[in-house]
């Protein structure tokens, strides 16, 4: 998958040099290229950014330096998914990164100050797929964060990346409801046990227990979660 960032802060995206996502750059499996949306300006200082038309607080990024960079970076692509990350977009879920996953192509045009000329977008939908995604229901400084977090959702879906894809389907979100409790050695710690029931050995006691967990969580932490409920 090739994956082609565009913002005005590249060393935010230093740390996809790291760890799952680092090798599985270093392995071929995912091809990040991160670019630096002032390299699309043409005067002394470098300029993305103007007053609002109408008025109001804050600036607004300018659609030149946007126009041309979409234009270079989905050249010679066949209709990429363009997701401009937006607090007024639809939310990002597991949903969402296993649906990216199946593309070749993704650009990220994360967003600062107030936001992008909203003609970009309409520009952006004829060079490729547009998808306005938010992180959540908050405001942060920029695109950058909510791209990232995004970059690892669909990144650790590539066949390949994580090592164990059984790990991949057994987590939260995965079948609708959140993951059960997990414990490690040793079975006792500081005067807190493992539940007995997963030092049984009794494999189907244990996924009915875990089952039974799952919704017990869900119900607690996200009733919004329960199917009819
Ligand atoms: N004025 C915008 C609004 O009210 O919708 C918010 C602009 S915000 C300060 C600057 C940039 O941060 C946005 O263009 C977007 O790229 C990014 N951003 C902020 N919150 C976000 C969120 N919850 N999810 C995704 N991106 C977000």
């Known amino acids: 998958m090739?994956?082609?960032v565009l913002t005005i802060f590249p060393s935010?995206?230093?740390v996809l040099e790291v760890s799952l996502l680092g090798k599985a750059r270093g392995a071929g499996l995912l091809d990040v290229r991160v670019h630096d949306l002032r390299d699309w300006t043409h005067d002394r200082h470098r300029t993305v950014d103007d007053t609002p038309y109408g008025g109001g607080a804050g600036m607004v990024m300018k659609p030149e330096p946007w126009g041309e960079a979409l234009d270079a970076v989905t050249e010679g692509s066949e209709r990429p998914v363009i997701v401009f990350p937006s607090p007024a977009g639809e939310v990002?879920?597991?949903?969402t990164a296993r649906a990216?996953?199946?593309t070749d192509?993704?650009?990220?045009?994360?967003g600062r100050y107030e936001g992008i000329d909203e003609r970009v977008f309409a520009y952006a939908a004829t060079l490729g797929e547009v998808r306005l995604m938010s992180l959540g229901d908050y405001v942060l400084n920029g695109g950058e964060v909510a791209a990232m977090a995004m970059i690892e959702a669909v990144g650790r879906?590539?066949?390949g990346v994580v090592g164990n894809p059984e790990s991949l389907v057994e987590e939260s979100h995965e079948d609708g409801l959140l993951e059960y409790p997990s414990y490690?050695?040793?079975s006792s710690w500081r005067g807190y046990e493992v539940p007995p029931i997963l030092l049984?050995?009794?494999h189907g006691a244990i996924a009915d227990w875990r089952r039974a967990q799952q919704i017990v969580r869900t119900r607690e932490r996200r009733p919004d979660l329960m199917p009819g409920e």
């Open 2 to 4: 090739r994956i082609d």
């Open 12 to 14: 935010f995206f230093d």
């Open 92 to 95: 990002f879920s597991q949903r």
């Open 100 to 102: 990216l996953v199946e």
């Open 105 to 110: 192509h993704l650009v990220f045009g994360c």
């Open 157 to 159: 879906l590539i066949p």
């Open 184 to 186: 490690t050695k040793p």
């Open 200 to 202: 049984s050995g009794n």
